[in-house]
């Protein structure tokens, strides 16, 4: 007997005008060596062209489903995202396992998600985990790197007692962080797994331009409450990649927005206390680790 044999899981993934990507996805997921019971797109405010790449994988597969948001709102990260997976996953009609939130933008190996599952057999304490992302730029492979303990917003696979006992995804700004921090206070591990590497065709907030995408990310770490030094020391670690120098710039910029706005931070101070008492760890210890 396999010992994926009864594992439920669903897929959520939001889509904005995805039309040049979401063929790649779709075929990325349909060709899984392990399918979901369910797969949920979230079609937020798009056009008629994405409306119809969706339309046709769900009249192909009958487990992709799709559900319609119409509203006056202008493309965001952060809040606008967790509202809308939000949104999906309370339209599943399936009980899962293990529920994941990918975007759209993403291309899987045909064995992502046995490679994730197994993952979490292995380890009954693995509460929230993803694969790693890479970029295709002028030949050369680059990959996007985070800290081994800070699991991917666009790669997101939870398990369903950890997901329930940190109150499922957070509708606020810094969502995909605050995940893992409240995980992690309640016993969990998080992990992002470099070996389980996914194509990201297109760069980590370049939808929104990558300048605005590095303001907004200084803009969610404020939310958060991250500590100034380590905001500082992760804005100059962002100088190193495109757009060089101002990415890191704005980073640090759209955390001190925050502060001159006071932008409310997650309620959960204790959160917070934990958040920074990791960051001040990773600081000062010898052995520096990643500070993205």
């Not at 291309?107 to 380890?123: A, G, H, T």
């Not at 940190?166 to 700004?173: L, N, P, R, T």
């Amino acid at each position: 007997m396999s010992k994926y044999e009864g594992l439920r899981h669903v897929i959520i993934t939001p889509s904005r005008d995805e039309e040049d990507f979401l063929p790649a996805l779709i075929d990325s997921i349909s060709h899984q060596s392990i399918l979901p019971v369910e797969w949920i797109i979230v079609h937020h405010n798009s056009n008629s062209s994405s409306k119809e790449i969706i339309d046709e994988a769900a009249s192909k597969f009958g487990w992709i489903k799709s559900i319609d948001i119409k509203d006056n709102s202008t493309r965001r990260r952060g809040s606008q995202i967790a509202s809308l997976v939000n949104r999906g996953i309370s339209t599943s009609q399936s009980e899962w396992d293990f529920i994941s939130k990918i975007d759209a933008d993403m291309v899987l190996p045909q064995d992502y998600f046995e490679n994730i599952l197994s993952q979490f057999i292995s380890n009954e304490r693995l509460g929230i985990a993803s694969g790693s992302c890479f970029l295709m730029e002028s030949g050369k492979k680059i990959t996007e790197s985070v800290s081994v303990d800070h699991t991917r917003g666009g790669l997101k696979t939870y398990r369903k007692q950890c997901f329930n006992e940190i109150g499922g995804i957070s509708e606020v700004d810094g969502w995909d962080g605050i995940d893992n921090i409240l995980a992690q206070m309640n016993g969990w591990v998080t992990k992002s797994f470099t070996d389980i590497q996914v194509f990201h065709q297109r760069r980590t907030g370049s939808s929104l331009g990558l300048h605005k995408g590095c303001f907004e990310a200084g803009k969610f770490s404020h939310t958060m409450r991250y500590h100034p030094i380590f905001i500082t020391a992760r804005s100059i670690h962002r100088m190193l990649r495109k757009p060089l120098i101002t990415g890191g710039i704005s980073m640090l910029i759209g955390y001190f927005y925050g502060v001159i706005i006071r932008q409310p931070a997650m309620p959960n101070k204790a959160a917070i206390s934990f958040l920074r008492e990791k960051q001040k760890a990773r600081l000062f210890s010898p052995r520096r680790k990643n500070t993205d």
